[in-house]
């Protein structure tokens, strides 16, 4: 018990020296960028946030761009920041801060640049109008018919990311991509 109170102090101690400061910003991909936005919002505003940094949602994705997107979400972590506070970061990230080792793993849904709203079952990429040539969708998506016209990165209990319809009013955090 006295082990387990003093891991506790320790770890009390711990949080409230950690001032990570962490900023976020754009990844490099080949010749495209990406910014995960860890802000909930519904895809049309997602999309509008994008649209105000001169960016899309993540689009016109090919398989070697959506592996990195996704090797990205399984990296992210969430750092814990005096305590309460919370900075995001990437496993990679945390090598400059060797001093901090706690973390929390990510298991996020996240919206992308695909959607049917224009025409039930007809999915593409958002915006330009532009057909989807590579596709990711789990073995059983899309799945909801009218009710999801948007697409997300959504971790099924297989804990792999692939593609989901969610219905457009949820907010989840959302990637963009220039
Ligand atoms: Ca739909």
Not at 2 to 26: E, H, K, P, Q, R
Not at 63 to 82: G, P, Q, T
Request: hydrophobic content about 40%; overall charge neutral; aromatic content about 18%.
């Amino acid at each position: 018990m006295a082990i387990l109170g003093a891991l506790f102090l320790v770890m009390y101690i711990t949080l409230n020296n950690m001032d990570v400061g962490l900023s976020v910003n754009w990844h490099s991909f080949r010749s495209k960028k990406y910014i995960f936005m860890e802000e909930k919002l519904n895809w049309f505003d997602a999309q509008t946030v994008c649209h105000a940094m001169e960016s899309f949602l993540a689009h016109e994705m090919s398989a070697d761009e959506n592996s990195f997107l996704i090797s990205i979400l399984n990296s992210k972590y969430v750092f814990l920041k005096n305590g309460y506070n919370r900075s995001y970061g990437l496993l990679s990230e945390l090598l400059h801060y060797k001093d901090f080792n706690i973390f929390l793993l990510l298991g996020k849904t996240a919206w992308i640049g695909g959607a049917d709203i224009h025409q039930e079952g007809d999915w593409r990429w958002y915006s330009p109008l532009t057909e989807m040539k590579f596709t990711y969708w789990h073995s059983n998506q899309p799945n909801n018919g009218r009710t999801s016209n948007c697409m997300c990165y959504y971790k099924f209990s297989t804990t792999v990311y692939k593609w989901a319809d969610e219905p457009c009013t949820s907010r989840f955090s959302f990637v963009c991509e220039k």
